[in-house]
């Protein structure tokens, strides 16, 4: 098939159009296609059967075979097609496909009996309505419109790999036939030839697209248009991936390997003849004619992204030969693969270690039974004597391709895909990449086919990446975050490629679930009006983790003991976690370890910045000095935003029962203020502190001056702020006391080298730096190896919702960024 430039003369051009069966389901959409076809040069227009013709022909022969009765299928069909001819107005056409209908009864009539020849037979049944789609479309375009039936000049042969084309002979058939008819335009029947003794033949599935490409050659055509009623190859199957991108051009060999894996939109051996003569191909849709489609070339325009598109294959089964025996032995993989030819079993991935120690390949799921018996009987003398020891099937599997021609001697596109997979928690049960370098093919287990997908997709920024959100307690920080979110996300979404979806939300009672996400500002709203079930931690996790989005975020905005539970089981499911709440990070040691373990296992992230400091960058500080080999002596300083408040404005005006009301209703204190004035959520995050220095501290062993007085400790929440006024006389004479010395109060936690900690009230002089703090001010100071004589301070508002929420947000985004998604484009690719 030796090529040749296109023709310069507009007038000498051919321009071959194939019109697929939905195209051409009725006489109007046949009319439509004289629109669509261009006024210059030669035409010729290759047709499929209308739409259902060749299901309906192979039910019939089937049923014809099999005994059964086809008279009614066949009135329906033919009356189809002779009302299309009516419509049209042709009388010669549709007394032509009247006969054609005649004979095709007889024909089935003669399938019944059984007959020598029934294969060419059925292939007359299987191809009858592009013989009468010919003829209503010639119809439909008019006069000046001649026919081909394909017969007359596509000679073919089975073979292997498919039907082959006698290459010399069609082109000899098909020079004599236009030699003969001087018509400028040409319908072509699809789909249909003859095979060199002159029986029926038929070019198989799809197979009108394939004698499209046939024709372009044989022509010499200057393009191929394949209509059909999609716009053309996407990046991904959309009904997969919803961001999937139309690709405006393609190479020959990226559409092929697209094809090849599972991109439906063309089969790949339509490529070969009009590849060989370098004739471009385009895929258009007939709905949308303005679309421009996908231009299939030798060479596209590169656009800097190394993987075009993506493909997934389902509905296969990992076959693997494990043996010791086979390494460094020449022969065992030409006989395993004899094996499976002989047992007609089709072999989709080969992927072999370099150690020999195992084969492994990827097959058809209906084939991996028979595949592994062939195996098992080819090497059951090696198996005898162990030289290979089993052979396994894996079942529920599922092949993800990514394609491109920028992945050649590109670096990084491997670790790209498989990153990606990884961040999503994906498996990978067998990986290959051809010399080509145009496609790396995974294989996956079907139950994480879809979240692959989606994952590859982001990873290589044909989509943003999606991470699926729930937040637990629209308390004030959960609020505040909320409404944080509504005002940003937008602009995230506008920015960068993240797309975080609040895909539930739950408070102590209920939960609202979304399977596309609520808008931020009507969460709270979906939670609170009935539409919400009964709380179940378990479910809310499973429907957040989902099947089908690569990524799963928990957000937990309670103080609750009991969610900071559920944090090991899920971080070891994948899904990150991000908290203010400091139960789990001071909570019991064998909880603390098993979250960290459990990161380590998942691969998920638990943040936690908001615990110390609310939004103030307390933990990554100390993070940073500890990483970069510093040594940690000591923290001292002010922990409690509470009670940083309160003692700067308590100074005996009013009693401080009233201030402890307003720093409440300010967001300050923990849900139950208990925990601020007992000291605890002080000591919480000593231990925190500590924990995060390597030191096994536990709240026990801190040692904590509780503000609140005997009788008010055991008492519930609501009686406690029923007597609230009881704190009042010990405060006051606390600071009448400190007074009388000159001195100020001050609520301090100091962590010493030793491993001691304590936490209380302190008098403390004017010129303490303490005393020089304003509202809820924290202000803790590090003593460290390299900041011995002079300590590291982070000082700043320690506590209320807003700066809370915000420390939360920023953890989420440093989990995004760990997904990759911190890479900002000012437009979308498409
Ligand atoms: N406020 C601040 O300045 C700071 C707060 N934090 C931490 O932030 C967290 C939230 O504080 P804040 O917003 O003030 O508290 P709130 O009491 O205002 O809100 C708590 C939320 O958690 C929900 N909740 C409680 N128990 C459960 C449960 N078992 N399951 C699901 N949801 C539950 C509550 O639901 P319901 O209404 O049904 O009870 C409520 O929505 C706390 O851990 C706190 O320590 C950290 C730093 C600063
Ligand atoms: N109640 C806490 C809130 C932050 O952790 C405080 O006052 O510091």
Redesign the pocket.
């Known amino acids: 098939m030796p090529s040749s430039p296109p023709s310069e003369d507009p007038s000498q051009s051919c321009h071959v159009h194939k019109f697929g069966g939905s195209s051409l389901a009725d006489a109007a959409k046949m009319r439509a296609i004289g629109a669509l076809l261009g006024e210059t040069g030669t035409r010729l227009v290759v047709v499929s059967a209308m739409q259902g013709t060749t299901n309906a022909l192979v039910a019939m022969a089937e049923a014809a075979r099999e005994g059964r009765d086809w008279a009614l299928d066949w009135e329906a069909l033919r009356q189809r097609h002779l009302d299309a001819a009516e419509t049209l107005g042709d009388a010669d056409v549709r007394e032509t496909i009247a006969a054609g209908f005649d004979d095709l009864r007889a024909d089935l009539l003669e399938l019944a009996a059984d007959p020598a020849d029934a294969q060419t037979l059925a292939a007359r049944v299987h191809g009858a309505g592009e013989i009468w789609s010919s003829h209503l479309v010639r119809a439909a375009l008019g006069d000046g419109w001649q026919r081909l039936d394909a017969r007359e000049a596509l000679v073919v042969h089975p073979g292997e790999m498919g039907v082959g084309v006698d290459w010399d002979e069609s082109r000899r058939r098909f020079a004599r036939w236009r030699a003969e008819h001087a018509g400028r335009d040409t319908v072509v029947t699809g789909f249909v030839a003859r095979d060199a003794q002159g029986r029926d033949a038929t070019l198989g599935r799809n197979g009108s697209d394939f004698s499209a490409a046939i024709f372009a050659n044989l022509c010499d055509a200057d393009a191929l248009t394949i209509w059909t009623d999609v716009d053309g190859v996407l990046s991904a199957d959309p009904r997969l991936v919803p961001d999937a991108v139309l690709l405006p051009s393609l190479s020959y060999a990226e559409a092929c390997e697209l094809a090849y894996f599972g991109a439906k939109v063309l089969h790949p051996q339509t490529l070969a003849p009009v590849q060989s003569r370098g004739i471009p191909l385009r895929i258009r849709n007939t709905l949308r004619p303005q679309a421009p489609g996908t231009e299939i070339v030798a060479k596209h325009s590169a656009d800097g992204t190394p993987v075009k598109g993506l493909s997934l294959v389902r509905d296969l089964a990992v076959l693997e030969l494990v043996g010791n025996g086979m390494v460094g032995v020449p022969g065992a993989a030409e006989r395993l693969f004899a094996a499976l030819h002989g047992a007609g079993v089709s072999v989709t991935m080969i992927s072999q270690g370099s150690s020999e120690h195992s084969i492994c390949c990827i097959v058809r799921a209906d084939q991996a039974e028979r595949g592994r018996a062939a195996i098992a009987q080819a090497f059951a003398g090696d198996m005898a004597d162990q030289r290979t020891q089993a052979v396994r099937v894996t079942q529920d599997i599922s092949v993800l391709a990514a394609v491109g021609d920028g992945m050649v001697g590109t670096p990084g596109v491997a670790a790209r895909l498989l990153g990606g997979l990884a961040q999503a928690r994906v498996n990978v049960r067998a990986i290959a990449q051809g010399a080509s370098e145009r496609n790396v093919s995974v294989a996956v287990a079907s139950d994480d086919a879809t979240r692959a997908l989606r994952a590859a997709h982001s990873a290589f920024w044909l989509s943003p990446q999606h991470v699926s959100m729930g937040v637990i307690g629209p308390g004030q920080v959960g609020r505040a975050l909320l409404s944080q979110l509504a005002a940003t996300l937008p602009k995230l979404r506008a920015r960068s490629q993240l797309d975080l979806r609040i895909r539930g939300l739950c408070d102590s009672r209920r939960m609202a679930l979304s399977e596309t996400g609520f808008d931020p500002d009507s969460a709270l709203a979906a939670l609170q009006e009935g539409a919400a079930n009964p709380i179940d931690l378990d479910a809310f996790a499973a429907h957040i983790r989902g099947e089908h989005l690569p990524h799963a975020l928990i957000v937990d905005c309670s103080a609750s003991d009991a969610v900071a539970a559920r944090y090991p089981q899920w971080l070891a499911a994948g899904i990150h976690v991000v908290t ?1 709440n400091k139960h789990a990070g001071s909570g019991e040691w064998a909880r603390y370890a098993a979250i960290g373990e459990a990161q380590r296992r998942g691969g998920a992230r638990f943040l936690y910045e908001a ?1 110390v400091g ?1 939004g103030l960058p307390v933990i990554q500080t100390l993070r940073g000095l500890l990483d970069t080999g510093d040594e940690l002596h000591g923290i001292d300083g002010m ?5 940083a408040w309160l003692f700067n404005r308590f100074d005996g005006s009013q009693p401080f029962s009233a201030l402890l009301r307003e720093a409440m209703a300010l967001g ?3 849900p139950d203020p208990r925990d ?1 004035l007992s000291g605890l ?1 002080v000591a919480r ?1 000593l231990v925190i502190l500590a924990r995060e220095a390597g030191r096994e501290l536990s709240v026990e062993d801190v040692d904590v001056e509780s503000l609140v007085p005997a009788s008010l400790q055991k008492i519930g929440r609501e009686d406690f702020l029923a007597r609230l006024e009881e704190i009042d006389a010990p405060m006051q004479a606390r600071l009448d006391a400190a007074a009388a010395r000159g001195l100020g109060l001050r609520h301090l936690a100091r962590l010493g080298a030793d491993g001691s900690a304590q936490v209380g009230v302190v008098a403390l002089p004017a010129d303490h730096a303490c005393r020089h703090t304003r509202l ?1 001010d924290n202000l803790v100071q590090f003593r460290t190896a390299r900041y011995s004589q002079n300590a590291l301070v982070v000082q700043g508002p ?2 209320g919702p807003q700066v ?1 929420a915000a420390g939360v947000f920023g953890d989420m985004l440093a989990v995004a960024r760990s997904l990759g998604a911190h890479t900002l484009r000012a437009e979308p690719l498409a």
């Open positions: 203010p615990t609310a922990l409690s935003g509470t009670l300050y204190t923990e601020d959520d995050k809820t320690g506590a809370t």
